[in-house]
């Protein structure tokens, strides 16, 4: 049971972190998430977060997240970086 429910909340919280920015860029394009919200969500998740990571079948779970959001944020900077330079070279 503790599988199916870690898995739901890794589920959940990934979705969450992914329509956030969504709702709350700024007209800069960054991302703006007040620290009220940031609280909430982290009184409801961490004991969960904590629980998973307790377990030896949790951290690789969580491991596993780590290094592909990290990938994503490193892509994501290259992508911006290629979009600076491509956009200087048009100047």
């Given amino acids: 049971m503790l599988y199916t429910t870690t898995m739901f909340l890794t589920n959940l919280i990934l979705a ?13 394009g960054e ?3 007040p620290r009220h919200v940031v609280k909430a969500l982290a009184s409801v998740f961490l004991p969960d977060i904590l629980e ?17 959001y990290q990938a994503q944020k490193a892509a994501e900077a ?3 970086s290629q979009a600076k330079t491509t956009k200087q070279t048009a100047d």
């Fill in 16 to 28: 969450i972190a992914s329509i956030i920015p969504i709702v709350l860029h700024d007209n800069r």
């Fill in 31 to 33: 991302v703006k998430i």
């Fill in 52 to 68: 998973l990571a307790s377990t030896t079948d949790g951290m690789a779970m969580l491991e596993a997240w780590s290094r592909d």
């Fill in 78 to 80: 290259e992508r911006q």
